[in-house]
């Protein structure tokens, strides 16, 4: 009876023991870095299976659950240790400890804002692996603006009314000015490439032409010299010394023909040294009238050589008047001009 009752009071004390083990020991589902693993233990809570696994906490690893949770058979528990990882961000590089895996949530975790043309290496969705480098390369689109001159270009005409070597500014020569836009590529803040997008013209340009005389220098012919001698007779009591065909101008006192100013030194002043008068002055070339000398321009009457020229060479006079406005009206015209000499006829 002893024996049996001995018998019964093991097998009770064992399956005792039994249940306290079973009831201590819990199994659980361990995910460490992402692998899945089913683990026994008596450990009460998280931190002591920790310990009791030899892992030990840094600041930057990660847990689903804290550590002083209660572990319960069935439970999962997701552990991801920290991983040093670089980062270059337009030239700017660091070293970082994080626990996350993909490279937008290792950017996120570090507040890097991309821009809509930034690239990323690896791509966002990637995984990282320790020490790996995560890339961010800044990319940026500018309008950038500069003003240009536009040179002008010089151009040349005949003239047969003007002689050959003579020359005259028909139109100044302007320079243009355009605004161009260009589309500017910055990597990293540094302009690599830059594309011509648009053209704003400011102001025009305007070719320099420059009339060339074509006209060669001819006698007097016989008809010429009798009608000098009418139109002497008709004056009354002159005879020209020769008769010229001449292509004659018109010129002011004025900065469109002068480049000077009322006020201005030698305003109006001759090269003879006389103040410019309408109807009495007119410029020629010395070699062919002297200064001094009186000429009759037929529609005009008579005129004194008074006044020379840049331009007027040869068989060429400039005919003075006080108004710029008969200088335009005057424009270029060709003249019969009898050269008398230094005496007006009375």
């Given amino acids: 009876m002893w024996i049996l009752l001995t018998a019964v009071a093991i097998l009770v004390l064992l399956s005792l023991a039994l249940l306290v083990n079973s009831l201590q020991t819990k199994k659980f589902t361990f ?11 008596k450990a009460k809570t998280l931190g002591e299976f920790l310990v009791e696994k030899g892992i030990k906490l840094e600041n930057f690893d990660e847990l689903n659950v804290g550590i002083d949770t209660i572990l319960t058979d069935g439970m999962q ?8 990882i670089n980062i270059n961000i337009a030239g700017h590089k660091k070293q970082v400890m ?72 028909i139109q100044q020569g302007q320079e243009g000015k355009v605004l161009e836009r260009y589309e500017v590529v910055y990597i990293n803040g540094k302009p690599t490439s830059k594309k011509l997008v648009e053209t704003e013209k400011l102001q025009d340009w305007k070719d320099h032409i420059v009339a060339v005389g074509t006209a060669r220098m001819t006698a007097v012919s016989r008809s010429e010299s009798d009608r000098a001698s009418r139109v002497s007779e008709l004056g009354g009591d002159f005879t020209p010394r020769k008769t010229l065909q001449v292509r004659m101008t018109a010129y002011s006192p004025h900065a469109s023909s002068t480049g000077k100013n009322p006020g ?25 009238v002297p200064l001094g000398w009186w000429v009759y321009i037929e529609g005009y009457g008579f005129r004194k050589a008074e006044d020379t020229g840049g331009a007027i060479k040869g068989n060429r006079m400039d005919l003075y008047f006080a108004s710029e406005d008969e200088v335009q009206n005057f424009g270029v015209q060709r003249k019969t001009v009898h050269v008398i000499g230094p005496n007006k006829p009375n």
């Fill in 264 to 288: 201005d030194a030698d305003y109006a002043i001759t090269a003879s040294g006389t103040t410019a008068k309408e109807g009495r002055t007119i410029a020629v070339d010395p070699s062919v």
């Fill in 98 to 169: 994080t626990a996350k895996r993909q490279v937008k949530d290792i950017l996120a975790e570090e507040h890097v804002v991309l821009g809509p043309l930034d690239k990323v290496k690896p791509a966002l969705n990637q995984p990282v692996q320790e020490n790996q480098t995560v890339t961010v390369t800044r990319i940026t689109k500018k309008l950038v603006s500069n003003e240009k001159t536009v040179a002008f270009s010089t151009k040349e005409r005949e003239d047969r009314t003007m002689l050959q070597g003579q020359q005259k500014v």
């Fill in 77 to 84: 528990v997701s552990y991801i240790p920290g991983r040093k």
């Fill in 31 to 41: 995910i460490n870095d992402g692998k899945a693993m089913a683990v026994t233990t």
